[in-house]
């Protein structure tokens, strides 16, 4: 009976400290339910919509100084990432919602942790192939879609922008359209033509690689994905072969976009992945857009969207005409380069069959960059320009 009494005081002491321990919550005020949010310089208007109903509403950031700003008051809190920091937000005098701000280290810093790679990897991996210009699929869409014309007579770089911006122009990105059965360049581009559509962004890599393979540039396309397994959101953009520049550049129809460093040079994924962790200067394009609505800034496409997407990267084998519509008893492999933070590192070889499709895959992985950035065999052939600083020049 004592014992109960103990353990009776003891509760009620512990419930008066949580209670009051709310009531020493800081409370700001507010009449409209939008909140501005100030992450350290940066202030985004109608960022946070406050909800009484919620019994905690959660706020991440990555910031080390954050600023509530309701319509009449505003509370601010330096963080530290072990700590978190709740307070009230009191809605006309009687709603109150409890709120709370967390540290989340951001994609960029996420990156940042994965820089390692371990370039002594010599598990085994296939070579990399791709298909000639001659094949009869290519030369069709070489003449079908008249890119000869549209590549122009210019360089081999200026071919690789002209049937750039063409593709983005032509096709729309809608990233979350279904695919098309036949996903080759020439249905693909019919098929949003017929059903006036878009197609996402692995659909117009697709298009964009099967037109440089036709005209017998070397490109795949690739995967970019997150740290996490499960996710709900990667891109896929195209690395191609400059003979000009001995080198491979990053290439993406989505957003019209390519890449240089300070000095005006193109650069490659690899490159981009480098400069970001290491914080070294990256150039976007100046007319990098959304499906020429939206403008892209360095900021918003590289430091944070392509941060989350460049932790770990995805290319087919063989980079060819059709690759991924699936009929019964073909063959895809791809190739995955992850760094040594990867979660998944095993196995380094694993086979698979879709039992709908019919199709085997088999995935390969390596922490090695020399092996998945391998230069492809290729004599390089005169070129009439050269790429200099940003723009084309006379060789």
């Known amino acids: 009976m ?14 008066g400290q949580t209670v009051l321990a709310q009531k020493k919550l800081p409370i700001i005020k507010a009449n409209s339910t939008s909140v501005d ?15 009484p109903e919620e019994k905690l509403d959660v706020y991440t ?25 709740d307070f009230i937000i009191l809605v006309n005098g009687k709603d109150s919602a409890r709120t709370q701000i967390k ?17 002594s ?39 690789i922008f002209n049937l750039l911006h063409w593709v983005h122009n032509l096709v729309k990105h809608d990233g979350s359209s279904n695919n098309p059965t036949l996903k080759n360049a020439i249905e693909l581009i019919n098929v949003c033509k017929v ?37 709900d959101d990667c891109h896929v953009i195209n690395m191609v072969y400059s003979n000009e520049l001995k080198k491979w550049i990053w290439i993406d129809p989505t957003f019209d976009s390519y890449v240089m460093d300070e000095k005006g040079n193109l650069l490659g994924i690899q490159e981009v992945r480098e400069r970001l ?23 918003n496409y590289l430091e944070n969207y392509m941060a989350k997407n460049l932790y770990r990267l995805q290319t087919p084998l063989i980079s060819e005409y059709d690759t991924e519509t699936w009929k019964s008893g073909k063959e895809v492999t791809y190739v995955e380069l992850l760094p040594l933070d990867g979660i998944e590192q095993t196995p380094q070889k694993k086979e698979q069959t879709n039992n709908s499709t019919g199709v085997k ?13 391998t230069k492809p065999e290729q004599k390089p052939e005169p070129l009439t320009a050269v790429w200099q600083n940003g723009g084309f020049g006379a060789k």
């Open 103 to 119: 540290y989340q280290p951001s994609r960029l810093d996420i990156l940042k942790s994965a820089e390692k790679y371990n370039y």
């Open 195 to 231: 059903e006036n559509r878009g197609v996402n962004c692995r659909m117009l890599a697709t298009i964009l690689n099967e037109c440089y393979l036709s005209l017998g540039i070397k490109s795949r396309y690739i995967t970019c994905m997150p740290k996490e397994t499960n996710f």
């Open 361 to 373: 895959f088999i995935y390969y992985k390596t922490n090695n960059p020399n092996l998945f950035w």
């Open 277 to 299: 962790i290491k914080g070294q200067p990256l150039i976007l394009n100046a007319d990098a857009n959304w499906n020429r609505e939206n403008l892209q800034t360095k900021e």
């Open 37 to 51: 949010i100030k992450d350290d310089k940066n202030q985004r208007k109608n960022a946070w919509r406050i909800v």
């Open 61 to 85: 950031t990555s910031a080390k100084k954050v600023t509530f700003y309701t319509d009449i008051d505003s509370i601010s809190f330096k963080i530290d990432p072990k700590k978190q920091y």
């Open 2 to 15: 004592k014992q109960t009494k103990i353990l009776t005081l003891l509760f009620a002491i512990l419930v």
């Open 121 to 159: 990897d010599n598990r085994f991996i296939p070579k990399f192939e791709y298909q000639s210009a001659e094949n009869p699929n290519l030369k069709k869409i070489r003449q079908d879609l008249k890119l000869d014309s549209i590549a122009g007579k210019g360089s081999e770089l200026s071919q």
